[in-house]
C-alpha cells in the first residue's frame, strides 16, 4: 500500500514542477535539440519493433478479438478516468464513468464488451495531467521522452499522480502492469499504422508535426472538447 504521505509529497511535486508553467508562452521546445534526439531514438524503436508487432497483430487477430482487447483495457483506465472526473468536480462526466465501469465491469464481461456505448453512454478519458490543466497550470516545455513519447512536466507529473489511482498498482503487481503497458502501446499502434504513415508521408519536419499534434490534442482534452482538432491520437 502507497503511505499517503508519499503520495502527496508527489502531488506537491507536481505542482512545483508545473509552477513556472502558467505563462502562455511557456508551451515552447527549449530543448529541442535533445528532443530530436531522443524521437530519433524512438523512431527506430518503433520502426523496428513497435509498427512490426502491430501489424502482424492486426494480420493474425480477428477485428473483434482486437475490439474484445481494446474494450477490456479502456475499462481498466476507467478507475483512473473517474477519480480525476471527481477531482475536476464534473458531475456528468463522473456519472458516465461510473456508470460505464459499472455496467462494462458486470454486463460486460469484464469490458471486454462495450455495453455501455451500447446503451448510449460515451466514453472519455481524464488523467491528471488534464486535471491540472483545467485548474490553469500550463504545460510547459515540450519534452519527447524515452519509449514513452510527447509529453512536457505537467502531463509526466500528472501520469505519476495516476499512478496511485490505479487499483492495479496495488493488486496486479510489476509483471501484470508491464504487460499492461505493452498491451496499450500495441493497442494504440496498431489502431494508427495507416494514420502515422500518412502523417509522416505528408509532413515536412515529422518531429514538428508530432509535437503539434500532441499540444492540440492536449488542449482538446484538457477543454472537455472545445478546442477540436483532426490530428491523431498519440
Known amino acids: 500500500m502507497i503511505n499517503p504521505g508519499a503520495a502527496l509529497l508527489l502531488l506537491l511535486a507536481s505542482a512545483v514542477l508545473c509552477g513556472c508553467a502558467n505563462d502562455p508562452g511557456s ?43 481494446h474494450n477490456v483495457l479502456t475499462n481498466l483506465d476507467s478507475p483512473v478516468t473517474l477519480a480525476n472526473d471527481m477531482f475536476q468536480a464534473d458531475v456528468v462526466r463522473t456519472s458516465e ?27 472519455h478519458n481524464a ?33 505519476i499522480i495516476d499512478v496511485f489511482f490505479d487499483p492495479l498498482t496495488y493488486v496486479g503487481g510489476p509483471a501484470l502492469e508491464v504487460g499492461r503497458e505493452g498491451g496499450d502501446v500495441l493497442d494504440l499502434r496498431a489502431a494508427n499504422i495507416d494514420t502515422l504513415d500518412e502523417l ?13 499534434a500532441y499540444r492540440q490534442h492536449r488542449a482538446f482534452e484538457i477543454s472537455h472538447g472545445q478546442n477540436s482538432s483532426d490530428l491523431p491520437n498519440y
Open 27 to 69: 508551451s515552447d521546445d527549449r530543448f529541442e535539440q535533445t528532443n530530436r534526439s531522443v524521437f530519433a531514438f524512438n523512431q527506430k524503436v518503433d520502426h523496428t519493433i513497435a509498427r512490426p508487432v502491430a501489424e502482424f497483430y492486426n494480420y493474425a487477430v480477428p477485428r473483434f478479438a482486437r475490439d474484445g482487447f
Open 200 to 212: 509522416q508521408q505528408s509532413s515536412v519536419d515529422f518531429y514538428a508535426t508530432v509535437r503539434s
Open 97 to 123: 464513468t461510473a456508470g460505464r465501469l459499472a455496467i462494462n465491469s458486470t454486463l460486460g464481461l469484464g469490458g471486454i464488451v462495450d455495453l455501455a456505448s451500447r446503451l448510449g453512454i460515451p466514453a
Open 127 to 159: 488523467d491528471f495531467g488534464e486535471t491540472l490543466g483545467k485548474y490553469g497550470i500550463g504545460d510547459g516545455p515540450y519534452l519527447e521522452l524515452p519509449l514513452l513519447g510527447p509529453s512536457n512536466p505537467r502531463d509526466f507529473a500528472g501520469s
